[in-house]
């Protein structure tokens, strides 16, 4: 885990590339978020506690802001997870109640963290208007046995 010292430096570069093009409310939730997440910086963001946390502070922060502040916390926390994170939140967007959300939550979660971005990225077009988080489950799930190259077809 970084020490402080890190941790601030990091926070205050990630603040510095937002301030220019960000609202000040934005960076403000960004900030509450990032002091949130202790853990190290190299460390995968989709795993269940750190997921976990990251959605709960979803929940906090109006819709808007959402894909603007992941995109720029998901960089820090691992290369790539930025996608994930926004396709993440794009679906959560119709998901309205709280058992929704756990539901959904526990379908990323039974998907193994490799292939985890792959299909939630590929589920993200078929779940972005489905509110009932039983139902996401259930596609989360589906193409979480289909074969790759054989997704597109679904």
């Known amino acids: 885990m970084p020490d402080e010292k890190e941790r601030v430096g990091i926070k205050h570069s990630v603040v510095k590339s937002l301030t220019s093009t960000t609202p000040d409310a934005e960076v403000s939730s960004m900030k509450s978020i990032f002091s949130g997440i202790q853990r190290k910086v190299s460390s995968p963001l989709l795993s269940t506690q750190e997921t ?20 720029a916390v998901a960089p820090i926390l691992q290369e790539g997870a930025a996608e994930a994170v926004v396709n993440i939140a794009t679906i959560l967007k119709g998901v309205t109640n709280k058992q929704g959300k756990a539901e959904f939550l ?8 490799e292939d985890r971005a792959q299909i939630i990225a590929d589920a993200k077009p078929i779940l972005q208007n489905i509110t009932d988080g039983y139902q996401i489950k259930a596609i989360l799930k589906t193409l979480s046995e289909i074969p790759a190259e054989d997704r597109d077809k679904f």
Do not use: Q
């Open 52 to 71: 976990g946390k990251a959605l709960d502070a979803l929940n906090t922060i109006p819709t808007e802001d959402k894909e603007v502040i992941m995109v």
């Open 106 to 113: 526990e379908a990323v979660l039974e998907i193994t963290e």
